[in-house]
């Protein structure tokens, strides 16, 4: 493989995770638990889509279609977002848990690709960098404040920690661009990046009296990078795609 | 009449009057997001903004207004305006003058961060009303991506403050 295809390889699956994490979140505006987090997670939403949309461009320049082709005219195999966030948003409980597990693993990929030999993907990670503060300070507030809530809180927090945590293994799916990657200086690799996040999130954890699942136990989900995905994803990629597909031209 | 010169100065100081559509008090030059004025053959003029959030869905707004108002002065010939993110944007940019305009839209500026963003910072923000410290976040998310929400204690007002990034 060479460093063309290995970067766009990886531009895809941090889009295409950006992109579909960003729809998830947007199911929670006007259903938030309260006013402030519904426009907490109706922001992260934004965030989140307009950084794909930035990725995408830069997919774009290394010869891709346009982002809006890319984005809107897929079907699910063809996408290379990790099954964690295509999960539906389920409890509050569950999407306060992804929102923890997956904003740190992207704040540990941004920090790590803010030195990217590649100078595109470097200087949009630096932006996404400072934005993402804010959504992993969100995530930590509210795990901490549940799982120290009371016992049904814990209960619930540390419930859906189990369900997601294999699913949450699964965002560091090794891929054949590893390699090269990590050859060229463009990125750490999976492997790297899979002990940066480990070691943020565990003390974050275990102050907020949760217990990651013991590591004999652990069966990462793998197959999203490479297009398998579970049911939930197409059935949201029709719903993205409604306006588009009855009218590719119409503006919004 | 002498001829105006066309220099990056001058477009610099013409930009001043091209407003942040989402704070029309803050002019995008204060805010901190023009990085880069070309001026080519035939005075062509190339001006680079820096996005502010990756998400704001005021960037394609600002970039045709500017393309807009210098496209009014009939010395400078083609406008083109880029985005890049080659200069990373961040609060610290916005100047002095800034801070006021902000403030004068009823926001609590940012504070100064260097880079380094903790929930202390946001929660040391001064009233834009009434100048206390006795204030409480409230949420770091607001109406839009560069705002969060607080409390005066002391004047019993809500308001909203610039987030700093």
């Given at each position: 493989?060479?460093?063309?295809?290995?970067?766009?390889?990886?531009?895809?699956?941090?889009?295409?995770?950006?992109?579909?994490?960003?729809?998830?979140?947007?199911?929670?505006?006007?259903?938030?638990?309260?006013?402030?987090?519904?426009?907490?997670?109706?922001?992260?939403?934004?965030?989140?889509?307009?950084?794909?949309?930035?990725?995408?461009?830069?997919?774009?320049?290394?010869?891709?279609?346009?982002?809006?082709?890319?984005?809107?005219?897929?079907?699910?195999?063809?996408?290379?977002?990790?099954?964690?966030?295509?999960?539906?948003?389920?409890?509050?409980?569950?999407?306060?848990?992804?929102?923890?597990?997956?904003?740190?693993?992207?704040?540990?990929?941004?920090?790590?690709?803010?030195?990217?030999?590649?100078?595109?993907?470097?200087?949009?990670?630096?932006?996404?960098?400072?934005?993402?503060?804010?959504?992993?300070?969100?995530?930590?507030?509210?795990?901490?404040?549940?799982?120290?809530?009371?016992?049904?809180?814990?209960?619930?927090?540390?419930?859906?920690?189990?369900?997601?945590?294999?699913?949450?293994?699964?965002?560091?799916?090794?891929?054949?661009?590893?390699?090269?990657?990590?050859?060229?200086?463009?990125?750490?690799?999976?492997?790297a990046l899979q002990e940066k996040w480990f070691s943020m999130i565990s003390p974050l954890l275990e102050?907020?009296?949760?217990?990651?699942?013991?590591?004999?136990?652990?069966?990462?989900?793998?197959?999203?990078?490479?297009?398998?995905?579970?049911?939930?994803?197409?059935?949201?990629?029709?719903?993205?795609?409604?306006?588009?597909?009855?009218?590719?031209?119409?503006?919004? | 009449?002498?001829?105006?010169?066309?220099?990056?100065?001058?477009?610099?100081?013409?930009?001043?009057?091209?407003?942040?559509?989402?704070?029309?008090?803050?002019?995008?030059?204060?805010?901190?997001?023009?990085?880069?004025?070309?001026?080519?053959?035939?005075?062509?003029?190339?001006?680079?903004?820096?996005?502010?959030f990756a998400g704001c869905p005021a960037l394609r707004m600002m970039e045709d207004m500017v393309v807009?108002?210098?496209?009014?002065?009939?010395?400078?010939?083609?406008?083109?305006?880029?985005?890049?993110?080659?200069?990373?944007?961040?609060?610290?940019?916005?100047?002095?003058?800034?801070?006021?305009?902000?403030?004068?839209?009823?926001?609590?500026?940012?504070?100064?961060?260097?880079?380094?963003?903790?929930?202390?910072?946001?929660?040391?923000?001064?009233?834009?009303?009434?100048?206390?410290?006795?204030?409480?976040?409230?949420?770091?998310?607001?109406?839009?991506?560069?705002?969060?929400?607080?409390?005066?204690?002391?004047?019993?007002?809500?308001?909203?403050?610039?987030?700093?990034?």
């Open positions: 493989m060479n460093s063309i295809e290995a970067l766009k390889e990886l531009l895809y699956k941090i889009a295409d995770d950006q992109l579909i994490i960003g729809h998830r979140n947007s199911e929670w505006t006007g259903l938030g638990p309260l006013l402030e987090e519904d426009i907490a997670f109706s922001s992260m939403a934004q965030d989140k889509i307009g950084q794909s949309e930035h990725l995408y461009n830069l997919l774009h320049q290394l010869g891709e279609a346009d982002p809006d082709t890319v984005a809107f005219t897929r079907n699910a195999p063809q996408f290379h977002c990790s099954q964690l966030v295509e999960l539906p948003i389920g409890g509050y409980d569950f999407s306060l848990i992804r929102h923890f597990l997956f904003d740190f693993a992207e704040y540990s990929r941004f920090e790590a690709l803010k030195t990217s030999a590649y100078q595109p993907l470097a200087q949009v990670s630096k932006k996404f960098f400072g934005e993402i503060k804010y959504h992993t300070m969100h995530a930590n507030t509210w795990v901490h404040q549940l799982g120290k809530g009371n016992e049904e809180s814990n209960g619930k927090m540390q419930e859906s920690l189990n369900y997601a945590w294999n699913y949450a293994l699964g965002m560091f799916e090794p891929g054949p661009a590893e390699e090269v990657l990590i050859k060229e200086n463009i990125f750490i690799g999976e492997i102050n907020s009296g949760l217990t990651i699942p013991s590591q004999a136990g652990w069966a990462p989900i793998y197959g999203g990078r490479v297009g398998e995905h579970t049911e939930h994803l197409q059935p949201l990629l029709t719903e993205m795609t409604e306006v588009y597909t009855i009218d590719p031209s119409a503006e919004w | 009449m002498v001829e105006q010169a066309i220099t990056p100065a001058y477009i610099r100081e013409e930009l001043k009057q091209v407003k942040d559509p989402e704070i029309p008090t803050i002019s995008i030059v204060d805010l901190g997001i023009v990085t880069g004025i070309d001026i080519k053959e035939n005075n062509d003029i190339h001006v680079t903004l820096t996005p502010t807009e108002h210098l496209s009014s002065y009939e010395a400078l010939g083609n406008i083109t305006v880029e985005t890049s993110f080659e200069t990373t944007w961040t609060t610290d940019l916005i100047t002095p003058e800034g801070h006021e305009a902000i403030k004068k839209h009823g926001l609590a500026p940012p504070k100064r961060n260097c880079g380094s963003l903790t929930m202390e910072l946001l929660e040391d923000t001064h009233c834009p009303y009434c100048d206390s410290q006795d204030t409480t976040m409230k949420s770091p998310f607001g109406p839009t991506l560069c705002r969060s929400l607080h409390y005066c204690n002391s004047c019993k007002q809500a308001f909203e403050g610039f987030k700093p990034i």
